[in-house]
T-cell receptor, first 109, second 114 residues
């Protein structure tokens, strides 16, 4: 079945630095979403992409359906960016999205 | 104001009992979903509804029954509860059920079965 492989599973960054999270897909996906789980456990929508790139503040995401991957770039990381980030992609079944296992981001002072 | 309401936030049940998880969305969306996240596992799709009709069911057990009394409601009835049912259950919605539609998630109901 359709699979979403998210990496890394955990990431530590110092304040002010940046890095990228990645999701690889085993099949062609129609769209990707990126979420952050907040301290209350709620999923906050960060990005929705059917193609190309989007940027919002210090976050930037890209999605390449042909190459079967998506990335989430974080720059100038802040302490409040700490949390768990998930990608989720919609594939052959239009009525569900498949989630990655998440990346636990820890921003260090 | 929260746009997707899930009630209750926390729920403790005994093995063998029955519970209903409530979900209401005020986004004007036509499709609704249930997902489950068990400990140390990714969110797993359970059901999808579009215009109050079941579109997909990935849950093997008939103990899980969605109920849609209104277009903006999709409750989840769970019967004969087992400890393995302990998880956080997330409701979601999207404008349409079309290919890769953007989904928005409720805050979840954390169910513990003793």
């Amino acid at each position: 079945g359709d699979q979403v492989e998210q990496s890394p599973s955990a990431l530590s960054l110092h304040e002010g630095t940046g890095s990228a999270l990645r999701c690889n897909f085993t099949t062609t996906m129609r769209a990707v979403q990126w979420f952050r789980k907040n301290s209350r456990g709620s999923l906050i929508n960060l990005f929705y992409l059917a193609s190309g790139t989007k940027e919002n503040g210090r976050l930037k995401s890209a999605f390449d359906s042909k190459e079967r991957y998506s990335t989430l770039h974080i720059r100038d990381a802040q302490l409040e960016d700490s949390g768990t980030y998930f990608c989720a992609a919609g594939g052959t079944n239009a009525y569900k999205v498949i989630f990655g296992k998440g990346t636990h981001l820890h921003v260090l002072p | 104001d929260p746009k997707i309401i899930q009630k209750p936030k926390y729920l403790v049940a005994v093995t063998g009992s029955e519970k209903i998880l409530i979900c209401e969305q005020y986004l004007g969306h036509n499709a609704m979903y249930w997902y489950r996240q068990s400990a140390k596992k990714p969110l797993e799709f359970m059901f999808s509804y579009s215009y109050q009709k079941l579109m997909d069911n990935q849950t093997a057990s008939s103990r899980f029954q969605p109920q849609s009394s209104k277009k903006n409601h999709l409750d989840l009835q769970i019967t004969a509860l087992k400890p393995d049912d302990s998880a956080t259950y997330f409701c979601a919605s999207s404008q349409t059920g079309g290919a890769g539609a953007e989904q928005f998630f409720g805050p979840g109901t954390r169910l513990t079965v003793l």
